[in-house]
């Protein structure tokens, strides 16, 4: 399979009967056995196979994990999973796992719609959350402060250099004023 990431290390997708990870961090090959045993709960649940998706470890920023639906494809961000590790194996891999098997259940539906909110509990009997709950401290970017009359709003170096440019402005979501750098 054509390498879209430049990883050495990334998987195939394939049925079930030949999925098959290896990975050299322990932690990585850990959750390559758990999306494995994902999808065995999975097809157990729904009485159906699925092909198993290709995973690697190169996502970024503050996102624990991505499931790229044409893809077949989960990404997972390497440094909140070594903070995290129990988190992941209990809530982000089923997560992500469920974006996939609605999307070959049911096409094309809301990223957290009733489809995939169904499986997270019908298969994994999971509160079907959206976001995660990770300290992302140690991935959050730089920031810059501005001001409304609430006080003080951080905000990333991509919305800050949208400011710059002249390319947008943004509103406090409490007060609705405009933000000026601070």
């Not at 094309?108 to 719609?113: D, L, M, T, W």
């Not at 499986?119 to 019908?122: D, P, Q, V």
């Given at each position: 399979m054509f390498n879209l990431f430049g990883s050495k290390k990334t998987t195939q997708v394939c049925s079930a009967e030949q999925a098959k990870y290896e990975f050299e961090d322990e932690r990585h090959q850990q959750v390559a056995q758990q999306v494995l045993d994902c999808y065995r709960q999975a097809e157990a649940s729904l009485d159906r196979t699925f092909s198993r998706p290709e995973i690697n470890f190169k996502l970024k920023g503050k996102s624990a994990g991505t499931a790229h639906l044409q893809l077949n494809l989960l990404r997972f961000n390497a440094?909140?999973?070594a903070e995290n590790h129990q988190a992941y194996i209990d809530q982000v891999i089923p997560h992500e796992i469920c974006h996939l098997l609605a999307y070959q259940l049911y096409g094309?539906?809301?990223?957290?719609?009733r489809e995939w909110q169904a499986?997270?509990?019908?298969i994994y009997q999971l509160e079907p959350a959206t976001t995660h709950t990770l300290n992302t401290q140690s991935v959050a970017g730089k920031t810059f402060d501005y001001l409304c009359s609430c006080g003080s709003v951080p905000l990333s170096i991509r919305r800050h250099n949208k400011i710059v440019r002249g390319e947008t402005?943004?509103?406090c979501r409490r007060c609705k004023q405009e933000l000026k750098r601070a």
């Open positions: 440094t909140l999973l094309k539906v809301k990223p957290h719609g499986l997270m509990i019908k402005k943004y509103r």
